[in-house]
């Protein structure tokens, strides 16, 4: 299905100008953000200055880019970080179950190429049992009103900002959903600026899977909450975010390997943050001094003799971050420098970067290098969009990366892609080739403590995709890979295929009060390996159809999603079943007082 919709012509669009898919239309109509009311009835002075600085990256996708607002994240279905992640080419995502199981990623072959920073701030994988993989199940993806990613060709990027209001009028807001596995899921916010730049934000989610199969159980209650005040110039604020997350024992189908162990787990994200200069031109600087923490205790399993208990004994780590970062924006050109320090397990690793975008009506050129001290690395990449004319367009990255005299494992790579495409009727087609150095790569561990880890060597991938609309409100978001060999923990071949359509029937509703988007998803990953010691183990491909429905009625918002429509029995991780069908459906409601 995923090269038919690859290779299907489409309606001509006569539009010029290329707007996000419609799966990533936002749903509330509103400007900027969702703490900014309708101008008819927004109060003079109501509108606050923003809380911190950012200088986003300006990211060179041909098409749609990987860009979401508030309210785009919402809309696409998506309720974890590797939910979203599954969009992107080159991304492939891992998991034993449903919500409450461990969620990690590869990036091109190697999990450590996935970065998340949230408002600045680095995650780490600060669970010495996860083999130093960040668990993606642990970043809150509900909490965000922004998220960018950054694909160079040697990692991905993702530049998250947390929620903030804008606005003196008490902004509200309820999510209720339930589903199959006897899933349940709620959340709330409340946010208020005052008279005086203050802010005050509260909000939480809870969630609990009861499986009756293989799916895996477990539940999460995760908090937010920011004080602080902004002015014209300046703005201090401080910010927490708590998760507490259990999971049960998950044991795979009869004659499968070890189970996903249980654990109860407390993840905390807290930091103060200093910021002055301007939001959108001239200069500005922010500090900001993080504390990062996880304690967690993993159950024992009664299947087995004491004699191969895990540890099950409580274990805690914590990591304070100091980041520094100045940047400058004049016209077409943002530059940005930080330093990051961080502290942990009693050592100190100092990290110094520097990114410089320039972003013209021809295009986008992007550079950035960082030297890592905690892996000893520096790092340098570059990457371009360039369209001298309205259908036609080409963009590439090169990266490189060089390891320090006392990092042996980690040998010098370079990596490049480039790709081209034309605009055919509406949406983009487009054709690449991605190489990369690929360094000794890390294990999945905590599926399996018997994986192995990846080793060094070069792979080839050709790439091809169709985005953007095609006429009418429908829209298409498609794409394959194919590697030159199939490698531990990376299919042959791996595709996306995404027919989506929005409209919100302007001639009949002319206030937008009311719109309609449904999307149908078919995704498929051939053949994969698992390296064990006593010999790989192959996995069957897998496949999955799947359907989204919202329907919008002024600040109500109905969402109904199916997952493995035809029920495919497939399995990501050996010897753990995947849910056969997931349903989803629930509200969304904003309220304004």
Known sequence: MAGALLYAAAPPARAQVVPPPPSAVPIPVKPKTDSTPDSAIVKRDSIKAPIGRFADPATYEIGPQYEWNRAQLFATGSLTVA?????????TTFRSGWLATPQTATFNIDFRRVRVFYDGVEIDALDNMSGGILDLSTVQLWTLEH???????????????????DNTDPYTRVDIATGNEDTNLYRGFYGKRFD????????????????????????GLSLVGRVGIARKRWSIDGFVNRTHATRDIERPTPGGGPPVL????????????????????????????????FKGTTGPDRSVGATSQPDTLPRRNSETQYNLSAGYTLGPARLEVQDRLRALSGKSYNSASGRLDIVTPLGVLSGFAEHDGVLRLTNADAGI??????????AGS????????????????????????????????SAGIVTTGKRTGLAPIVYDTLFLPTVAGRTTARTASIRGPLGRGFGIDAWITKWDQTVPYQPQYQS???????????????????????????????????????????????KTLSALLEIRIMRAVV??????????????????????VLAIYGVRWDFWN
Do not use: C
């Open 559 to 580: 969402s109904y999603q199916q997952r493995n429509i035809l029920g495919y029995q497939y399995q990501i991780i050996p010897g753990f079943e995947m849910p056969r």
């Open 147 to 165: 998220l960018s990613i950054e694909r160079s060709v040697e990692e991905l990027r993702l530049y998250m900002r947390s929620w903030r209001v």
């Open 385 to 394: 969009r360039f369209q001298p004319l309205s259908f036609i367009a080409l």
């Open 496 to 542: 996306r295929s995404e027919i989506n359509f929005a409209n919100n029937f302007p001639k009949r509703f002319p206030r937008g009060d009311f719109e309609v988007r449904a999307a149908g998803v078919y995704e498929y990953r051939g053949h994969m390996i698992f390296p064990l010691s006593a010999g790989d183990v192959r996995m069957a491909p897998a």
């Open 262 to 293: 249980s654990l109860d787990a407390t993840h905390t994200n807290a930091y103060l943050r200093a910021a002055v200069g301007g939001v959108n031109s001239g200069p500005w600087a922010q500090v900001t001094i993080a504390s990062l923490g």
């Open 83 to 91: 939910d979203l992640l599954d969009r992107i080419p080159g991304v």
């Open 196 to 219: 005086n730049g203050g802010v005050l934000q509260f909000a939480g989610q809870q969630y609990g899977v009861a499986s009756t199969r293989f799916a895996g159980s477990g539940d």
């Open 398 to 429: 090169i990266a490189g990366s060089t390891a320090g005299s006392r990092t042996g494992s980690l040998p010098t790579t370079t990596s490049a892609r480039g790709e081209v495409a034309l605009r055919i009727f509406g949406p983009w087609v």
